[in-house]
């Protein structure tokens, strides 16, 4: 089947023909030919775009990666280690087989994209590129476009009854021109339970697009780790769809990373949902750049649904944050309960905090509020813990750790965020003065 | 254990002379009590010697032990013994009172150059401690401060004071905002650590504190100066008859 560009694409990207969609079986060739088409359409992102203006797309549009060196982890063993999983290896952006755990059983169907892809008939036909389309609207995102498009590896996973241990999907990076573009599909279905992890740098560079489906009743957890890699450049997109009383966490830590875009979007389409998502991101600009961009948008489409957003951002050396949050409430959601915070901790006066909180409601009956601060450390109980004993870097770390707690308690598993914490003392440890 | 001499202080901002010329001694083992006016200088004096910024000390010394605390930061102070009682005990949301206080023991004891106390044994000591101030577990499992009432701020400060052992312990205005029962709670638990080896300086507004916590002297402080130094009698002289008379006499202005 031949796959034609629509006419006149406003900018088009170089890298996208028809020769060059991965093959594909009929459903996920008629999936790609369909985003290839939409991000004709739409064009890649600039800087005159109003939700790029504060990220600079170039290095994620160039033609190559600027290169990462892949992080040696030496005897340190990386994070989410002691936890009993199932695991899923990815080197820069290939599925390892090795490497990963037996792909069945617990009430999880795991199978990497390029096997459903090639068959004819597919459960993911229905989601892959389907909530990503969907989540075009109104806000264009042309990388998620081109990630269907072009996606080369991934894993689509349905999960039909309480899975014990938690998927995990591990990503290594070890060449430092790798560029990696993944896409997973995640089916939960009536009354199913899966927590996923991720960690780790899919390359030098990537695009990770996720889509994830949630039946009635259903609960996806999602703690993602991006960190210990100083150079890459990475987009992620997440786009959810929750079906009535079910329940959507997502919870991302960030450390290091010249360029990181997390883009959430998420829809409650069934009364009673709940929908949060939270992110922890701390940046030292000394010695590598940091750039850091969460850029969410919540759709309430259902009556009496709960939504939050937590975000903090701790940044020091001329480290750089970006949030753009939005909540929309149609005018048939009724009782809708929805809530943003977007803070950062500026440690010196080189860093910079940009926030574009919006709500846009249609329906009377609502409790929806924002909250966008930027702050230094309270000086006063530094110097309170200080008369104490405590040494000024061991208060300042108690200090920032305690701004970061309620991002941190979005995360539901007590062992999981235990893990996240001593990530993110660690790392503070590490960057001390 | 405690000598102030000549001590001059300004604000840093508006070169605001606070303390002008205070000589005080504080030996080991006695407590010695500040009283005076509004703006006399007493809270500045607790804060220029735990070593909060803001503060120029353009004259004079203050030492612990021999050691000069002017030339230390806040934590080196308070790892010789130094201890303040905040008049305002600060809120730190996030950060709980256990963490806290846990986080506070062992950077003293490693300053110190003792191990930390593990997990077990702190936590039988925090618990005892707390037992005698009647200091609930919700209390120490929430974070420092927070909600807490007047009189549960007051009674954390002397926690932490009973748990860090300091040799110098000053006292800033630890009666204000407290009940009678508050206050009981609060003295019997800082004449519990009464010591040969520790002094106290009580910084108060009202003789009421000093029937609860007995001083060896009572100073009265004026205009950044001690202006008049005597027994406990002194303070129920304040007591009776205010600061006026003695200001009078002292041919200091109010």
């Known amino acids: ?433 | 254990m405690l000598e102030i001499k000549n001590l001059h202080v300004e604000l840093e901002e508006e070169e605001k002379k606070i303390l002008k010329g205070v000589d005080l001694s504080v030996p080991a083992g006695a407590v010695h009590a500040i009283m005076g006016p509004n703006g006399s200088g007493k809270s500045t004096l607790a804060y220029v010697l735990s070593g909060r910024d803001g503060y120029d000390v353009t004259e004079g010394a203050a030492m612990l032990e021999g050691k000069d605390l002017l030339d230390m930061e806040p934590e080196e102070r308070a790892a010789v013994g130094l201890f303040l009682a905040f008049q305002y005990p600060v809120e730190i949301p996030g950060v709980g009172n256990m963490t806290f206080l846990r986080t506070a023991v062992n950077a003293q004891r490693k300053a110190r150059g003792q191990d930390e106390m593990s997990a077990a044994d702190f936590l039988k000591f925090v618990r005892a401690k707390a037992k005698e101030l009647d200091i609930n577990a919700d209390m120490l499992k929430r974070p420092v401060n927070v909600g807490f009432s007047g009189g549960e701020k007051k009674r954390n400060e002397i926690l932490q004071m009973a748990m860090l052992e300091p040799k110098m312990c000053v006292l800033d205005e630890t009666d204000s905002g407290l009940d009678v029962d508050a206050m009981k709670l609060v003295s019997d638990g800082v004449n519990a650590l009464r010591d040969a080896g520790r002094s106290f300086l009580v910084i108060t507004h009202y003789q009421r504190l000093l029937d609860h916590i007995k001083p060896d002297v009572v100073h009265i402080m004026a205009d950044g100066r001690i202006v008049k130094s005597g027994g406990p009698e002194l303070a129920l002289e304040v007591e009776t008859n205010g600061y006026a008379d003695i200001l009078a006499e002292m041919e200091v202005e109010a």
């Open chain 1, 1 to 433: 089947m031949t796959t034609a560009l629509k006419s006149a694409p406003k900018n088009p990207p170089a890298q996208i023909s028809a020769d060059t969609l991965p093959a594909s079986g009929a459903w996920a060739t008629d999936a790609r030919a369909d985003a290839a088409g939409r991000l004709a359409d739409m064009g890649l992102p600039t800087r005159r775009d109003e939700y790029w203006k504060w990220t600079k797309p170039d290095s994620l549009i160039s033609a190559q990666p600027d290169p990462a060196e892949a992080f040696d982890y030496g005897s340190e063993a990386p994070i989410f280690d002691p936890i009993d999983r199932v695991k899923i290896v990815f080197v820069d952006g290939v599925f390892d087989a090795d490497a990963s755990d037996p792909l069945d059983g617990e009430g999880l169907e795991i199978e990497r994209l390029a096997d459903a892809a090639a068959r004819d008939i597919h459960w993911a036909k229905d989601l892959y590129g389907v909530l990503e389309a969907r989540g075009q609207t109104p806000v264009v995102r042309p990388l998620a476009a081109y990630n269907t498009a072009m996606a080369t590896d991934g894993v689509v996973i349905r999960v039909t009854g309480q899975v014990n241990r938690p998927v995990s999907i591990i990503y290594r990076h070890e060449d430092d021109t790798s560029d990696a573009v993944l896409h997973h599909v995640i089916r939960v279905e009536e009354g199913a339970k899966l927590t996923l992890l991720e960690n780790g740098a899919a390359a030098a560079r990537f695009s990770d697009v996720t889509e994830v489906d949630v039946a009635d009743g259903g609960e996806f957890h999602h703690i993602r780790a991006q960190g210990r890699c100083h150079d890459r450049q990475a987009i992620t997109h997440m786009f959810a769809r929750l079906a009535a009383a079910s329940v959507f966490k997502s919870f991302t830590m960030t450390v290091n990373g010249k360029l990181t875009r997390n883009e959430c979007v998420l829809e409650l389409l069934g009364d009673e949902g709940v929908a949060h998502v939270a992110g922890a991101a701390l940046g030292d600009g000394a010695d590598d750049e940091f750039h850091h961009d969460d850029t969410v948008f919540v759709t309430h489409d259902a009556v009496a649904c709960e939504s939050r957003q937590v975000f903090k951002k701790v940044l020091k050396n001329g480290a750089k944050g970006v949030f753009q949050g939005k909540i929309l409430v149609k005018a048939d959601a009724q009782k809708t309960d929805g809530y943003q915070k977007s803070q950062s901790l500026l440690l010196d006066e080189d860093a910079s905090f940009q926030a574009k909180p919006e709500l846009e409601i249609y329906a009377d009956d609502v409790i929806c509020s924002h909250g966008s601060t930027s702050g230094a450390i309270d000086e006063d109980a530094l110097f309170y813990l200080r008369s104490r004993g405590v040494p000024p870097h061991i208060a300042t770390d108690l200090l920032v750790l305690a701004f970061l707690a309620d991002a941190i308690e979005e995360i539901e598993d007590d062992v999981i965020a235990d893990e996240v914490t001593a990530r993110l003392d660690g790392w503070l440890a590490r960057h001390r003065g």
